[in-house]
């Protein structure tokens, strides 16, 4: 349940959605308000524009609207839906003479109120929505302004991005959003780390072998096939998502939970990740693309297929390892790895601690090493491998067991959808779960350090068939193996 401190530190707002008739605004946007509005988040003064470049069919936009969140919400509540429905005005996108006049005029109406524009749009178009909205005089202090990914497809052109809203928006303004991020699971790393001291005390090289962070996915790429084949897995999943949960993972306890202070520390980490050359692009990463493969039967299409573009080499598999300079992990191995048409849907992070140093029991049995397995994705989940006694006599026969805390099990009650919990931070101006422009640019600088040699090297992809857990890695030491997981 939402507490009634937390209810009571947001405002009223106006939310301005760009591009409010793409997928993004009916899947994630708009689903998200409905949830809040149920909690009482949603102040009753507020207001949502629905920015749209044909406003002809209004009655048209809010009937597709309607139904879209009628089938995507179960046992939903028509009052709660008219309500919200009732707060959408359907506003022009329409410059004149490089003016947003519409919105101007919508704006007038409910002055002195936090706005959020929210730009559900291709970032092509960003800098010229943020010039446009400070030519029309609609930024103000109260103004914040977030920006979905992707964000360029390198540093300049992440840069050349960044800097077209910079212009005309502060740093503190600027909300670049990435919803792994405003995951229940992934918001508990903090508190997992940092109230419960036997994992900080452990929390280090002395005693972590290596650490896994894996997002797979049963599907290909589906109907993102022109924004995918321009991307692939190394761009698409682990120069934001993935690297944002290292972040978590690996940085040091800031001072204060503040958004200053947090992203002081995550930064440090990305500025402590170890680039790659010529001789450790080959043997610490690997890429590979999908080809046909069956399951149950049935055929699976190859990305080539997929895509319509046989001469694609475009990755949708990627594994990597990388390290930590720093005092904490010196030494300790990170992988991470993601990709399309595996086995199973999920996202997980794995920590594995270091062996007993010495097997005192007559069995000498191999012995697995403890783990804390925090699962993400599709049932969140946090898991604790140890080793125990197998009950009855006949000696120390010792076993590994699974101490499992369900959170859905756990806590009663809806869980918000990461949307939900990153809209009200914006709302409340708390910048904690968003990526500061000095995280981007420290991110791209080391992912160029794999593009680049990935060229430089002529890296090819190795071919998996669908429907498997990729193409198999030399990345892993000798002594390691990907964590097997199961959805059961």
Known sequence: MISEKSIASLKNFDLIIFGANGDLA?????????????????????RIAAMLRNTKNNQEYLSTLTKSLRKQIKGIDEKILATLIGKVDVISALTINGKYADLESWL???????????????SSVFGQIAKDLQDTSLITDESRIVLEKPLGKDGASS???NNSILKYFDEKQIYRIDHYLGKETVQ????????????????????????QITAAEKLGIEKRGEYYDNYGALLDM????????????????PSVL????????KLKVLN????????????????GQYSRGEKNGKIMPSYLEDVGTYSSETETYVAIKTYINNWRWKGVPFYIRTG???????????????????????????MVPNKLIIRLQPKEKIEFIQMVKVPGPGGYRYKPLSMKMDYLESFTGKFPEAYERLLMDVVRGNQTLFMSNKELKASWEWIASITENWKSSSIKNNLYNAGTDGPGDSILESNHNWHKTSNK
Not at 353 to 364: A, M, R
Request: proline share 5%; glycine share 0%; charged share 25%.
């Open 26 to 46: 009916y899947r994630k946007i708009f689903p998200a308000l409905y949830h809040r509005l149920e909690e009482g988040q949603v102040k009753p003064k507020s």
């Open 272 to 287: 402590a990740l170890e680039k790659f050359n010529e001789d450790s692009i080959t043997t610490r990463t690997s890429k």
């Open 188 to 211: 508990n790393l903090m508190v997992l780390r940092f109230a419960n001291y036997i994992f900080e005390n452990l929390w280090n090289a002395n005693h972590i072998e290596n650490v």
């Open 159 to 161: 840069a050349l991005i």
């Open 238 to 253: 682990v120069q934001n998502h993935l690297l944002q949960l290292l972040c978590l993972i690996a940085m040091e306890p």
């Open 108 to 122: 007038k109406k409910s002055p002195n109120k936090v706005r959020v524009y929210y730009l559900a749009t291709p």
């Open 340 to 366: 399309k048409r595996m086995t199973e849907k999920f996202s997980e992070i794995v920590i594995t601690f270091k062996d007993v140093p010495h097997n005192i029991f007559p069995e000498k049995k191999l």
């Open 258 to 265: 503040t958004a200053s202070q947090v992203r002081v520390e």
